[in-house]
């Protein structure tokens, strides 16, 4: 015979772990419910502001490399004042941008090319200071230290060489070597230039074009 199951009494529910800590969970919530609605809400509004910039940041990048495509091919046609607006308006409507910096490197040429020195640093230095990206650094200190030469700034052409070997910037640093060996020459400093030369003319894997120039060096020294 089957015995009758036993009664769960009142006191019996309450002692149930499990009821106790919904019972906890419950009570908790209600009486903090709208700290937690606030905070609930400040998530949704944060994803709603973070998702809206990133999709602003998007765009304007869309938007910048666009405008720069133009100017580049501008460029290219040798239509420097075509390119040079452009390239002028991606700055003033797009900064924090890559195509911020890369149009400040391409400002910077069309001015040195101008002999327009003063701006042509101006927008080198904008370039440089970002360095991103990389890949025109090693054009934009060539161009830097030309302009400190020409202004008789020797010693800064040097410090300007100098610093991007130290950083890592400007590509091969053979090539920045190189061109150090010639702001040397032009300070009358011969016999660091040649020192300089002798260590790159041990090396082994110099390009065509670093080989050429270190002859062409060796036979002005």
Not at 201 to 210: G, M, W, Y
């Amino acid at each position: 015979m089957l015995k009758p199951q036993r009664k769960i009494t009142r006191k019996e529910i309450k002692k149930d772990p499990f009821l106790e800590s919904v019972d906890r969970l419950e009570y908790i919530f209600e009486k903090n419910k709208r700290t937690f609605l606030n905070i609930g809400l400040f998530i949704i509004v944060g994803f709603f502001i973070i998702n809206f910039f990133y999709d602003k940041q998007t765009q304007k990048d869309i938007d910048s490399n666009s405008a720069l495509g133009i100017a580049v091919v501008a460029f290219d046609n040798k239509d420097y004042e075509n390119s040079r607006f452009q390239l002028e308006t991606i700055v003033a409507d797009f900064p924090r941008t890559t195509a911020f910096n890369i149009a400040n490197f391409y400002l910077g040429k069309i001015y040195f090319q101008k002999k327009d020195f003063m701006m042509a640093e101006k927008y080198l230095n904008e370039y440089v200071n970002s360095a991103n990206p990389e890949i025109f650094l090693g054009g934009a200190i060539k161009m830097l230290s030309n302009i400190s030469m020409i202004n008789g700034e020797y010693e800064k052409a040097t410090s300007i060489i100098d610093n991007a070997l130290k950083n890592g910037f400007g590509g091969s640093s053979t090539d920045l070597k190189l061109l150090k060996i010639q702001t040397l020459k032009s300070q009358g400093k011969i016999d660091i230039a040649r020192s300089i030369l002798d260590e790159i003319s041990l090396e082994k894997n110099l390009t065509a074009h670093q080989k050429q120039k270190t002859e062409e060096l060796i036979g002005m020294m």
